[in-house]
């Protein structure tokens, strides 16, 4: 075989490191696409990723920055459709959004990591959960909120169309009836939950899993008739390891109308998931 003229080994190196390099950096780009980053990450002893609940973006988590400062970290995940990614189509298949995630997560600070998620997001912090393998970024602890478990009948009704989805959205508590009736609003919203509710119908399709290898801490809301607290609790069948339920006062969206109980309980989750790891900053005081 003839080399080309000028296609030494050093022309070869080189081709490979410029290949390495743009490998990189499109896994970086990626990753912005994907994350959120609220806080200084360099004063954090764990990485809390947030996933939203169905139709929400990432910039709801934001809040939690400074009174996690110094324990957390908060990367919140967005989802196309919605926010700043509100031209991207959305995704339907919870396979493929969790492969995405899962490469964008890989370039997170080399620290642990606890995923987080309500009601949709729960169920996709599962998932990523499942297929979590990355020695670097240790997974230390699952939280979901208002969302039943893969194996528990879900209570929402089948929604075969977006208009089935809007009428059923207006039986929720947590969305004001003059958004709801707000035409405009509804057609750049409503897409973003509709594709939302096939990622959900996608995720509860595949049946029960295999149980986690690492804590899990389950939370409902005391009024919540979507994810009661007596259902939410049966995520105990998916804990390999230690499980700890809690329930706090409000409805579905109790982590935002009960939002100083939920920061004081997400707070003793971290603790719990970062105890005897000696990772703790002499930064954090609680």
């Given at each position: 075989?003839?080399?080309?003229?000028?296609?030494?080994?050093?022309?070869?190196?080189a081709?490979?490191?410029?290949?390495?390099?743009?490998?990189?950096?499109?896994?970086?780009?990626?990753?912005?696409?994907?994350?959120?980053?609220?806080?200084?990450?360099?004063?954090?002893a764990?990485?809390?990723?947030?996933?939203?609940?169905?139709?929400?973006?990432?910039?709801?988590?934001?809040?939690?920055?400074?009174?996690?400062?110094?324990?957390?970290?908060?990367?919140a995940?967005?989802?196309?459709?919605?926010?700043?990614?509100?031209?991207?189509?959305?995704?339907?298949?919870?396979?493929?959004l969790v492969?995405?995630?899962?490469?964008?997560?890989s370039?997170?600070?080399?620290?642990?990591?606890?995923?987080?998620?309500?009601?949709?997001?729960?169920?996709?912090?599962h998932?990523?959960?499942?297929?979590?393998?990355?020695?670097?970024?240790?997974?230390?602890?699952?939280?979901?909120?208002?969302?039943?478990?893969?194996?528990?009948?879900?209570?929402?009704?089948?929604?075969?169309?977006?208009?089935?989805?809007l009428?059923?959205?207006?039986?929720?508590e947590?969305?004001?009836?003059?958004?709801?009736?707000?035409?405009?609003?509804?057609?750049?919203?409503?897409?973003?939950?509709?594709?939302?509710?096939?990622?959900l119908?996608?995720?509860?399709?595949?049946?029960?899993?295999?149980?986690?290898?690492?804590?899990?801490?389950?939370?409902?809301?005391?009024?919540?008739?979507?994810?009661?607290?007596d259902?939410?609790?049966?995520?105990?069948?998916?804990?390999?390891?230690?499980?700890?339920?809690?329930?706090?006062?409000?409805?579905?969206?109790?982590?935002?109308?009960?939002?100083?109980?939920?920061?004081?309980?997400?707070?003793?989750?971290?603790?719990?998931?970062?105890?005897?790891?000696?990772?703790?900053?002499?930064?954090?005081?609680?």
């Amino acid at each position: 075989m003839v080399e080309a003229a000028g296609a030494g080994p050093g022309t070869a190196l080189a081709s490979a490191s410029a290949s390495s390099a743009a490998s990189s950096a499109a896994s970086t780009a990626g990753a912005a696409r994907w994350l959120r980053h609220f806080g200084a990450p360099g004063a954090a002893a764990v990485n809390l990723v947030c996933l939203p609940h169905a139709g929400a973006g990432a910039f709801q988590f934001a809040a939690w920055a400074k009174p996690l400062a110094g324990l957390a970290h908060i990367v919140a995940v967005q989802l196309p459709g919605r926010e700043d990614r509100l031209g991207e189509p959305c995704m339907t298949s919870s396979v493929d959004l969790v492969d995405e995630l899962a490469q964008a997560l890989s370039e997170l600070p080399p620290r642990p990591v606890v995923l987080y998620g309500h009601s949709m997001g729960a169920s996709l912090a599962h998932a990523l959960a499942l297929r979590w393998r990355d020695p670097n970024r240790p997974l230390r602890a699952l939280l979901v909120s208002g969302q039943l478990p893969p194996h528990i009948p879900r209570r929402r009704p089948p929604l075969a169309t977006p208009e089935a989805l809007l009428g059923w959205l207006r039986e929720l508590e947590g969305m004001p009836a003059a958004v709801l009736a707000n035409e405009e609003l509804m057609a750049l919203w409503l897409p973003a939950v509709w594709a939302d509710m096939q990622l959900l119908d996608d995720y509860f399709a595949a049946g029960p899993r295999a149980k986690l290898d690492v804590p899990l801490t389950a939370l409902s809301g005391t009024d919540d008739w979507l994810a009661p607290p007596d259902s939410v609790a049966c995520w105990r069948d998916c804990a390999g390891a230690t499980f700890h339920s809690a329930t706090l006062e409000g409805g579905h969206f109790f982590p935002h109308t009960n939002a100083a109980a939920m920061l004081d309980t997400l707070r003793a989750a971290l603790l719990r998931a970062l105890a005897g790891a000696d990772l703790l900053q002499t930064s954090y005081h609680p």
